[in-house]
């Protein structure tokens, strides 16, 4: 079978990369598209992965977003209209169910954001959607979704990956603690300042950086170059601002607090039981309200200095959900039979 995943943002690489490599080993063809986002590529250089970059990303306003639209549909039909792919799937790509549709493919589209614009033409192209249990079906109704095409799968998208890098990260600990530090370890994911679905303020955690770098080591991970520049401004002198793409094998057992003005950054750390604070600035998704209300993170959208530290002191890191994880292995193995099954 050839199966046509489309990578469209940096958290979509970790959530397929175990995928992509089962259906390899059992030798079935993948092809993958991309697009120039956040740390899309990186991600991918990092996993060995092939891929074509198809066009690009048209930025944080809705005009252009719109113009943009039936320009990379277009650009997607060319290149994925001579792979004869049998089935195409993607996670909060707008575009694939469109191109999918116009070639009269089989397509899965799965989506966690109820907040999308963008789910709009994928739902009415889509011939599944998946969507985290915790999603109302009435919010995608509003959206245009039937909801004979909508499945349910057993808890969040970050559990279909966590679960297999939790044995990984596990092996590698073969129960020995971490060795004692002189200086905790903060890392910092900002702002997504492209996304149609973000209403909130831009640096609105440069005070917080600026209140922490004194006292703790702070690792910011920026969303693109833009971000990235911003932050590697003199001000923010003794800030390691990560300019390449780092693996969440890498991070988690580094980090002792995670501080993110995203989602599924943020998510991926509560899952893992990393003390974990989210500072994000506009309403919370159904799946975050699930996590907050099960006690997984925290949310202080105006943390400050003095508040994170004082966190810092007492938080201790948890050992993973182990709920959401027997739930993510689940997930994996119905998003695997609905690729190859229908």
């Given at each position: ?85 049998d089935v195409a799937i993607s996670q909060s790509s707008f575009h694939s169910p469109v191109v999918a ?242």
């Open positions: 079978m050839r199966i046509w995943f489309e990578l469209t943002n940096s958290p979509h690489i970790n959530m397929f990369a175990a995928l992509i490599r089962e259906l390899e080993r059992e030798k079935h063809e993948v092809v993958i598209t991309c697009r120039p986002l956040a740390n899309t590529i990186d991600l991918l250089e990092l996993h060995g992965f092939k891929y074509k970059v198809v066009g690009q990303h048209y930025g944080g306003k809705l005009s252009a977003k719109i113009f943009g639209f039936p320009v990379r549909v277009a650009q997607l039909l060319r290149y994925i209209g001579g792979k004869r792919v549709r116009l070639l009269g493919k089989r397509v899965i589209y799965m989506n966690d954001n109820e907040h999308a614009m963008g789910n709009i033409p994928a739902f009415l192209c889509a011939s599944q959607i998946l969507v985290p249990e915790f999603l109302g079906i009435d919010k995608l109704k509003k959206q245009w979704a039937n909801p004979k095409k909508v499945q349910h799968y057993p808890g969040v998208k970050e559990g279909m990956y966590l679960w297999e890098l939790d044995q990984r990260l596990a092996q590698q600990r073969g129960g020995a603690p971490r060795p004692p530090r002189a200086r905790r370890v903060v890392y910092l994911r900002p702002e997504p300042w492209t996304a149609q679905y973000y209403k909130g303020s831009r640096n609105f955690l440069d005070n917080l950086v600026l209140g922490l770098k004194d006292h703790v080591d702070v690792i910011l991970l920026p969303r693109g170059k833009e971000q990235g520049v911003h932050y590697q401004d003199a001000r923010f002198a003794g800030v390691r601002v990560v300019t390449t793409a780092l693996d969440i094998a890498d991070i988690a057992p580094d980090c002792d607090l995670f501080i993110g003005a995203g989602g599924t950054m943020t998510r991926e750390m509560a899952v893992l039981g990393v003390p974990t604070i989210s500072v994000y600035q506009d309403e919370l998704l159904d799946v975050d309200r699930h996590l907050l209300e099960v006690g997984a993170f925290q949310h202080w959208p105006a943390l400050t200095a003095e508040q994170a530290l004082a966190y810092l002191e007492q938080a201790t890191q948890q050992p993973p959900n182990r709920q959401l994880l027997e739930k993510g292995k689940a997930a994996y193995n119905l998003v695997k039979q609905r690729i190859l099954n229908g």
